[in-house]
């Protein structure tokens, strides 16, 4: 590989700007890091470059350890938005200048110089001052002194952005032409998609100091895995669904085309419509698709090629729930047309029209959305407001669902609940609170998170199961939850006292086991730490040992679980969240 990355971790005021990023990168490859402002993309290529050190991991550049080397002993070409040219000098001069450094001969700068210069189509303007060029000239220029001293790695960050629409388009083919003729491994830092997917061979998307996914721009665009990146990497739909045998149940109506992930068990999901996904027609027995609902034509845009729609349900239709930004159900949905469905059905605002899906793909999250559960509604709408559910709530763009259970203010009552538990159940942190949550985990909850009343976003996340039949079911929710979370995740092992002396590498293989399984299986870097003694003490002593933590813990079976868990959850301060799949 030409770049490898492990556990790569920057912090600035404490805070992980880069947090656990591993990643290979291979000879030749164009890789793209793409994400919003403050996602940690350029801190990230400033430590590959060498002009950053990190605070926890190694970096490697075609197999040698660079983490401590400094940036001129690198190998690497660097070019920045906001090109860095020496204005006194002229393109000769700045092209050439990393080759004096280096005490290169005259007459070998020179010829070295008229390649760069026809590789970028510069030729004849040796002797300009970059005030004299226009912007794309800058940077190419730029480009072709990076390049000057033939480096095994280029980093670009952000280079177009101080450039025009057709200027970039242009600079953009030239780099990737460069790119392709020298088969230098490259990496790319920008925020925008479409840069991404015309360049890339592969994008890896960061957000909040997270790799989340890497992958070729079609498959991302086509089969994302997470809310952020379906919703990055263009517009989309998403949609509170449900997995059935039959398919994918949204509202009334079933789509047996849906993509999902092998092995999701019936129950609520999050699945993605893109707008070129949708279609309208004038009723249902027009539509070529599966049919979704009615609906009414609130706004159209002519963009050229196509035609943008936003379309909201019909009151009263049997409608999916829409998880969108602000978390409201019955949103509208956004839908993209071409010349050639415009020309065939004209559409105009106020229009009521049939609305049917072409494909549908279900997001592999088991984090889907949440319901504020408590004695009275009330109480559920006060839960529903507490800061970290609310927080995560609008990060992961889904709905807080409200529900009354007046038998949880009598939690050894033995009747049944109403109706499934749909998402995410949420309690509040208080007295006899392992007791309630032991009756909502009988009654059919699976993820239960418990709130303190204040407890804010953590920065650390302590993940534990009890028994390997919730290792599986307890990474993935994990995963999933900081995705969404600017956290540490730290798996900790814990083994019963006698074990310390007897077995100890028992232990440590089983964290080894566990940090392979996360990064595999579910995309997650994690620390791990191995304790001796019992599971519900030696936590409660590693969430005291620092603030602002969280715990994710597995159970396979509720044997007993109250009596353990009451010196974590009644009137605990921490947030947790007990992941369950076993039967109630």
Not at 123 to 133: C, F, K, T
Not at 209 to 220: K, N, Q, S, T
Request: charged share 20%; with cysteine; proline share 4%.
């Amino acid at each position: 590989m030409s770049i490898t990355l492990d556990q790569v971790t920057k912090h600035y005021a404490g805070a992980p700007v880069v947090n656990d990023v591993s990643l290979d990168i291979g000879d030749g490859e164009f890789f793209v890091l793409l994400g919003p402002s403050g996602s940690g993309k350029s801190t990230l290529l400033r430590a590959i470059a060498g002009l950053s050190g990190v605070d926890h991991g190694r970096i490697a550049l075609h197999g040698r350890d660079v983490t401590h080397v400094a940036a001129r002993k690198r190998g690497v070409g660097l070019v920045f938005q906001n090109y860095a040219l020496f204005r006194h000098m002229t393109v000769a001069e700045n092209i050439e200048f990393a080759l004096r450094v280096r005490h290169m001969r005259a007459q070998a700068r020179r010829q070295r110089r008229q390649e760069l210069l026809r590789l970028v189509a510069l030729e004849g303007l040796d002797q300009r001052l970059p005030a004299q060029l226009s912007g794309g000239q800058q940077q190419r220029v730029a480009v072709a002194r990076a390049l000057a001293h033939k480096p095994e790695v280029l980093l670009l960050d952000e280079p177009f952005g101080a450039l025009d629409a057709k200027i970039r388009e242009e600079l953009r083919r030239t780099i990737r032409q460069v790119q392709r003729e020298l088969g230098i491994t490259t990496v790319l830092v920008t925020h925008d998609q479409e840069e991404a997917f015309a360049m890339a061979d592969r994008i890896g998307v960061m957000n909040l100091g997270r790799l989340l996914e890497m992958g070729a721009p079609h498959d991302l665009y086509s089969r994302p895995a997470t809310r952020f990146v379906a919703t990055f990497l263009g517009a989309a739909n998403l949609i509170l669904a449900r997995c059935t045998p039959d398919g994918v149940q949204m509202g009334a109506n079933t789509v047996a085309a849906a993509e999902r992930p092998p092995g999701v068990e019936e129950r609520e999901v999050v699945a993605v419509v893109r707008p070129e996904e949708v279609e309208v027609a004038a009723s249902r027995d027009a539509l070529s698709s599966a049919y979704l609902a009615r609906g009414v034509v609130n706004e159209v845009v002519f963009t050229g090629a196509l035609e943008s729609l936003r379309v909201r349900l019909e009151d009263g239709a049997q409608a999916p729930l829409l998880a969108q930004a602000n978390g409201d159900a019955g949103a509208s949905l956004l839908v993209t047309r071409t010349r050639h469905e415009q020309r065939g059905f004209e559409i105009h605002p106020g229009q009521s029209v049939a609305i049917g899906v072409r494909r549908v793909h279900v997001l592999p999250t088991p984090l889907s959305s949440f319901t504020a559960c408590a004695a009275s509604a009330a109480l559920a709408d006060a839960l529903s407001r507490q800061p970290l559910l609310a927080e995560l709530a609008e990060r992961m763009k889904t709905r807080i669902a409200m529900r009354a259970e007046p038998q949880l203010g009598v939690p050894d009552a033995a009747c049944a609940a109403d109706s499934p538990f749909v998402g995410t159940t949420a309690i509040a942190s208080q007295t006899d609170c392992a007791q309630r949550a032991e009756w909502l985990l009988r009654r059919g909850a699976k993820d239960l998170l418990v709130l303190p009343e204040q407890a804010a976003v953590p920065q650390r996340v302590l993940i534990h199961w009890m028994g390997e039949a919730a290792r599986s079911a307890t990474l993935a929710a994990s995963a999933s939850a900081l995705r969404h979370l600017s956290a540490e995740a730290v798996y900790v092992g814990i083994f019963p006292e006698q074990s310390a002396s007897a077995h100890p590498q028992h232990g440590m293989r089983e964290l080894l086991d566990a940090r392979s399984e996360a990064q595999l299986a579910h995309g997650l870097e994690m620390r791990t730490e191995l304790r001796f003694g019992d599971v519900a003490q030696q936590l409660a002593r590693r969430l005291a040992e620092a603030p602002a933590q969280m715990l994710i813990v597995g159970v396979a079976e509720l044997t007993r679980f109250a009596e353990r868990f009451r010196g974590l959850l009644d009137g605990g301060q921490w947030p947790v969240l007990i992941v369950y799949r076993g039967s109630p």
